[in-house]
């Protein structure tokens, strides 16, 4: 069964969504590097919002600052990321894909993206090893649905039924090529009938669409069904904060834009009574408050070139022998 949301839990989703897209804003200004994630809140907020703190978050590299602020990672740490500080997670190394372990997330280990996958099928594998009643939830985007990762891990969650649930946010763009040059079947979940495991696509523009499908798949996850869950969404910016766009403008006739989540959430909130039009606001003030006061503290550590990056920063110290 997927968790009944309450009025707090639409609230709180609500203000988190929001601050992603502003804090995420800001970032695109600090780095052109930045992945933006403008028009994909609803479905990560969504996705992850249902885990347990003893289950494990492993978001796609677009998205991952909220995902790691709903973990307990502080803003201006995560702000340090985009400017290469050293006080952020990473130590000024990578500047999207670092989080605190400690806080069950399972970071983005290198440039490559695919072994994430293998990764998180991992954690699962020790759960289910330890007889744990935890799961992951492991986001990714469609153009790593092509790799072989993806399917040796989605083969070993099926053969030994893991607690895991894998979402593909489908935003129709690999970098720049659009999905129906590189998916041979548009319908990504499809796959999930291959490796015994339950498939579903939904609107992952749509925060209520989200939420129900992953939670009742972390659910079933910890009986020990994975799930292969498609959320069909949309990339309004470029594939790096940089990255001008230029490609689009030969495929508008196969493009499929959805609609922005936020307005879309904030017309059914007001809808319900949850939230009125000055509540809605207040969040939107707070957001840019809490991304200044971070960005400014952020600008002011230091630079990883100043304090260095030395073994000690790579490699575990040794164990003390007894």
Same mark, same amino acid.
């Given at each position: 069964?997927?968790?009944?949301?309450?009025?707090?839990?639409?609230? &709180?989703?609500?203000? =988190?969504?929001?601050?992603?897209? +502003?804090?995420? @804003?800001?970032?695109?200004?600090?780095?052109?590097?930045?992945?933006?994630?403008?028009?994909?809140?609803?479905?990560?907020?969504?996705?992850?919002?249902? $885990?347990?703190?003893?289950?494990?978050?492993?978001?796609?590299?677009?998205?991952?600052?909220?995902?790691?602020?709903?973990?307990?990672?502080? *803003?201006?740490? *995560?702000?340090?990321?985009? =400017?290469?500080?050293?006080?952020?997670?990473?130590?000024?190394?990578?500047?999207?894909?670092?989080? !605190?372990?400690?806080?069950?997330? =399972? #970071?983005?280990?290198?440039?490559?993206?695919?072994?994430?996958?293998?990764?998180?099928?991992?954690?699962?594998?020790?759960? @289910?090893?330890?007889? &744990?009643?935890?799961?992951?939830?492991?986001?990714?985007?469609?153009?790593?649905?092509?790799?072989?990762?993806?399917?040796?891990? =989605?083969?070993?969650?099926?053969?030994?039924?893991? !607690?895991?649930?894998?979402?593909?946010?489908?935003?129709?763009?690999?970098?720049?090529?659009?999905?129906?040059?590189?998916?041979?079947?548009?319908? +990504?979940?499809?796959?999930?009938?291959?490796?015994?495991?339950?498939?579903?696509?939904?609107?992952?523009?749509d925060l209520f669409a989200t939420q129900q499908t992953v939670s009742a798949a972390i659910e079933r996850a910890?009986?020990?069904? !994975?799930? $292969? *869950?498609?959320?069909?969404?949309?990339?309004?910016?470029?594939?790096?904060?940089?990255? @001008?766009?230029?490609?689009?403008?030969? $495929?508008?006739? +196969?493009?499929?834009?959805?609609?922005? #989540?936020?307005?879309?959430?904030?017309? &059914?909130?007001?809808?319900?009574?949850? $939230?009125?039009?000055?509540? *809605?606001?207040?969040?939107?003030?707070?957001?840019? &408050?809490?991304?200044?006061?971070?960005?400014? @503290?952020?600008? /002011?550590? !230091?630079?990883?070139? +100043?304090?260095?990056?030395?073994?000690?920063?790579?490699?575990?110290?040794?164990?003390?022998? /007894?």
């Amino acid at each position: 069964m997927s968790r009944t949301l309450t009025d707090d839990d639409l609230r &709180e989703m609500h203000r =988190l969504m929001v601050l992603s897209r +502003v804090f995420d @804003k800001a970032c695109c200004e600090l780095s052109n590097n930045w992945f933006p994630a403008e028009g994909e809140e609803a479905s990560v907020v969504g996705a992850f919002y249902g $885990l347990d703190p003893a289950d494990y978050a492993a978001p796609h590299y677009r998205g991952t600052h909220i995902v790691y602020h709903m973990r307990g990672a502080e *803003l201006w740490r *995560l702000a340090c990321q985009a =400017l290469a500080k050293a006080d952020s997670y990473t130590g000024g190394r990578g500047f999207a894909h670092g989080g !605190p372990a400690d806080m069950g997330l =399972l #970071p983005w280990l290198g440039g490559d993206i695919g072994p994430q996958i293998a990764q998180a099928t991992g954690a699962a594998l020790a759960f @289910k090893y330890r007889k &744990e009643r935890r799961v992951v939830v492991n986001a990714f985007g469609d153009g790593m649905s092509t790799r072989g990762d993806f399917h040796e891990a =989605l083969n070993l969650a099926g053969i030994h039924h893991l !607690p895991i649930v894998y979402i593909v946010h489908n935003n129709q763009w690999a970098i720049s090529t659009h999905s129906t040059r590189f998916l041979a079947n548009q319908n +990504v979940a499809e796959h999930a009938r291959a490796y015994n495991m339950h498939g579903e696509s939904f609107d992952g523009n749509d925060l209520f669409a989200t939420q129900q499908t992953v939670s009742a798949a972390i659910e079933r996850a910890r009986e020990g069904r !994975p799930s $292969l *869950l498609e959320a069909r969404t949309w990339r309004v910016r470029g594939h790096w904060a940089g990255d @001008k766009v230029e490609y689009r403008e030969h $495929l508008k006739d +196969v493009m499929r834009p959805q609609p922005d #989540p936020i307005p879309r959430l904030e017309e &059914e909130l007001e809808r319900r009574g949850v $939230l009125k039009g000055a509540d *809605l606001q207040r969040h939107w003030q707070q957001a840019q &408050e809490q991304t200044e006061q971070a960005i400014a @503290k952020a600008q /002011a550590a !230091p630079s990883s070139e +100043v304090v260095g990056i030395g073994l000690d920063k790579v490699f575990m110290p040794r164990a003390q022998e /007894a």
